[in-house]
Structure formats: structure tokens, C-alpha cells
């Protein structure tokens, strides 16, 4: 049985530097999915829109360093992930 689960660091633009969001999700792969098409996709337009719903009410940070801690943090608390920290770069403001 898989986890399908992960712990996900969302990086995002802010102005001229960037933005942290740290997650647990699931099926991480769903923030690429366009509708439309019902495939999925590497539009940063489409990519961001689901992002937001998927790390939606998430901490804001500002520091990469900051955001590794709170990836390490969280995977501390859960009993287990299957696919450790990882990193997704969307080049779009949140």
C-alpha cells in the first residue's frame, strides 16, 4: 500500500525575491492537473491556481533555511512519509 504522501515545501515569487509555504500532502502531482485539458500541465498559471487551494492558510516564510526547518518539523510529526521533503517552484506570485 502506498502513502502517496509528502511533506512540500511551495516555493513561490514575491516581488524580487521568493515566498515558503510547508505542507503534508497528498498526491502532489494534482497542483500540475489542468481541467481543461485533463492532463496535466507545466503552465505556471494553472499550477499556481491549484497551489493556492492546496497550501491554502499555510505559514508564510520568507527565509529557505526557515522553510527546511519547518519541513523537518513537520515530518517529524507524522508517522510516515513516503516521499521525505520536497521542494516545488512555481514561478508566479501566490
Same mark, same amino acid.
Given at each position: 500500500? /502506498?502513502?502517496?504522501?509528502?511533506?512540500?515545501?511551495?516555493?513561490?515569487?514575491?516581488? $524580487?525575491?521568493?515566498?515558503?509555504?510547508?505542507?503534508?500532502?497528498?498526491?502532489?502531482? $494534482?497542483?500540475?492537473?489542468?481541467?481543461?485539458?485533463?492532463?496535466?500541465? $507545466?503552465?505556471?498559471?494553472?499550477?499556481?491556481?491549484?497551489?493556492?487551494?492546496?497550501? $491554502?492558510?499555510?505559514?508564510?516564510?520568507?527565509?529557505?533555511?526557515?522553510?527546511?526547518?519547518?519541513? /523537518?518539523?513537520?515530518?517529524?510529526?507524522?508517522?510516515?512519509?513516503?516521499?521525505?521533503?520536497?521542494?516545488?517552484?512555481?514561478?508566479?506570485?501566490?
Amino acid at each position: 500500500m /502506498s502513502a502517496d504522501n509528502v511533506i512540500a515545501i511551495l516555493q513561490t515569487r514575491k516581488g $524580487n525575491g521568493f515566498e515558503y509555504r510547508v505542507a503534508h500532502q497528498m498526491a502532489i502531482e $494534482n497542483y500540475k492537473w489542468d481541467d481543461k485539458i485533463h492532463d496535466y500541465t $507545466n503552465d505556471p498559471k494553472i499550477q499556481i491556481k491549484n497551489a493556492r487551494k492546496m497550501w $491554502n492558510g499555510c505559514k508564510v516564510i520568507t527565509d529557505r533555511t526557515q522553510a527546511f526547518q519547518e519541513a /523537518s518539523a513537520q515530518l517529524q510529526k507524522v508517522v510516515y512519509v513516503e516521499y521525505g521533503i520536497q521542494e516545488i517552484f512555481i514561478d508566479a506570485e501566490f
